[in-house]
Structures are given as structure tokens and as C-alpha cells.
């Protein structure tokens, strides 16, 4: 069994900081806990828009507080989030998050995260990323 708390977590190496300054996710769970799938609980900073393009993994998001919105690039389609909010990156859809304020959401990622991933140029996580050590 593994326990952990999300105190215990974000004072670790699990705590990552995005580098545009618009997110922070603390991964609780990763590819080295052998259960096929990542969960991390990230905050959306409030005013933030942050273009994100998962190439290589599925995601699901629930909103726990706070408000924004979801955009689709392909369509142009605007979606509310407010808690009790899921959302489903089912086709590695393109999107804008944006946050109006402060947002805290649990994601599941597919394939999971190693755990210091950030996003890239094109808004994805990588498959190639080393290990965090606790």
C-alpha cells in the first residue's frame, strides 16, 4: 500500500513549478508507483492563460475550487470550469486553459508522469524525463 499526503508532497521534489509561472503541480502519484497512470493535484493561478497541447498523453481534470475556462483551439470552443467541473482530453485536443481565479484541480495523466516534467514549446509533457527522487 501506498500512502501519501498532499502536505508531505508539496514540500518534496513533487512540487514542480511551471516555468511560465502559471501553474504549480504536485504529483502524487507516478510512473515508478507501477499503477499505470499519474494524479497530481495542480493549482491554475488566477488571470493565467496557459496554452497546453498533451501530444503524447491523456488527461482528465476535475476542478475541486476556483473558476476559468477551457478553449479548444480547433474549434474555438469556450467551456466553464467551476468545481465540480471534469473535463477530458480524450484526442490530445489542442486548448487555452485560462483562470480567473485561483484554481485547484486533480488530474490523471495516461501514460503517467515521471514526475519533473514541464510543458514544452508546444504545450506537451515528454516521455524522456528522468525520475524524481524524493
Known sequence: MIVRTLEECQNSARKIESETGTWNSVRMLLKDDNMG????????????????????????VYCISGEGEIETVADGKVYPIKPGTLYILDKHDKHLLRGFSEMTMACVFNPPLIGNEVHDKNGA????????TE
Open 37 to 60: 497512470f499519474s494524479f497530481h493535484i495542480t493549482t491554475i493561478y488566477a488571470n493565467t492563460e496557459t496554452p497546453i497541447w498533451y501530444q503524447n498523453h491523456l488527461e482528465s
Open 125 to 132: 509533457y515528454q516521455l524522456s524525463a528522468e525520475p524524481v
